[in-house]
């Protein structure tokens, strides 16, 4: 598994991206993921590239964002284009998005039809400039089922849309992640890992709370002392070889939860049989 950090983790910290990919580095990751936020604020330092991040032996397997599907076609075409141009400097062939803003019970069905057009529009552009679209399995769009992102998937019809399976998310749609991992796996480019202490506190994930912040991160957890069975799930990635992974985290003491899950990862990964220790050094 090629592991990476997110430097969303960091939205609130006062941090080099050189600070971090050191740190990245030394702690046995294998990539960053960008927040498409962070690249788009890094454009004027032009020595700040894939060859760059390499130096520190990482690469950016991803840029995350969020395509405008809800502005006028030109718009969305505008912001697609400069999204994989960004990625291009990076060397990252993916970029994350969601798809729309309603869950999928709520959209209607010409609202469900015009954005499975305007994401197969993005689609289309993406694999022009070497990219592809990958929508994140989240509540509150058409990718917050399993039963829905499969439709997702046989509406827009393109070889250049892919799933970044978040796994947690999958659960809290009330999927069980290994039987929906099983079903998307044809289409699974990414994953995302994060874990929380129980379903009453799926709150914290909100938008609006993990962007502030002054924001609750009350009952984000690391990732194996949650209440979505890592152990079980990530065996299913081992069996596979080629897999890019992202450890998600949005609260405190960052340096050691992740630092700490990593490690864990790495244990199980080596020998599926090792104990996992409990929280953090």
């Not at 995350?64 to 060397?91: F, I, K, M, Q, V």
Request: charged share 25%.
């Amino acid at each position: 598994m090629r592991l990476s950090l997110c430097t969303i983790t960091f939205r609130h910290h006062l941090l080099s991206l050189e600070d971090i990919a050191r740190w990245a580095a030394a702690n046995d990751f294998q990539g960053i993921e960008l927040w498409a936020a962070h690249a788009r604020n890094m454009q004027h330092m032009t020595d700040r590239n894939a060859e760059w991040m390499a130096a520190f032996g990482l690469s950016v397997p991803m840029l995350s964002d969020y395509l405008p599907l809800d502005e006028d076609l030109a718009s969305l075409r505008h912001a697609t284009s400069n999204l994989c141009r960004l990625a291009g400097r990076w060397g990252a062939r993916k970029v994350r998005t969601f798809a729309g803003k309603s869950a999928s019970r709520d959209i209607s069905p010409e609202g469900r039809w015009r954005l499975s057009a305007r994401l197969k529009d993005a689609c289309m552009i993406a694999q022009d400039q070497g990219c592809q679209i990958l929508v994140e399995t989240h509540p509150g769009t058409l990718a917050d089922t399993l039963s829905s992102t499969q439709r997702l998937i046989e509406e827009i019809d393109h070889p250049a849309l892919g799933i970044n399976f978040d796994t947690l998310h999958v659960w809290e749609g009330g999927d069980d992640p290994i039987a929906a991992h099983r079903a998307l796996l044809p289409h699974i480019r990414h994953y995302h890992l994060k874990n929380v202490r129980s379903r009453a506190d799926l709150g914290v994930f909100e938008p609006a709370n993990v962007y502030a912040a002054a924001g609750k991160r009350t009952g984000m957890t690391a990732l194996f002392d949650g209440v979505v069975d890592y152990l079980e799930f990530l065996d299913e990635l081992f069996e596979r070889d080629d897999v890019d992974a992202s450890l998600e985290w949005f609260g405190g003491d960052c340096f050691n939860i992740l630092a700490n899950d990593a490690r864990n990862i790495r244990l199980l990964e080596a020998d599926r049989d090792a104990p996992i220790r409990a929280g953090v050094a």
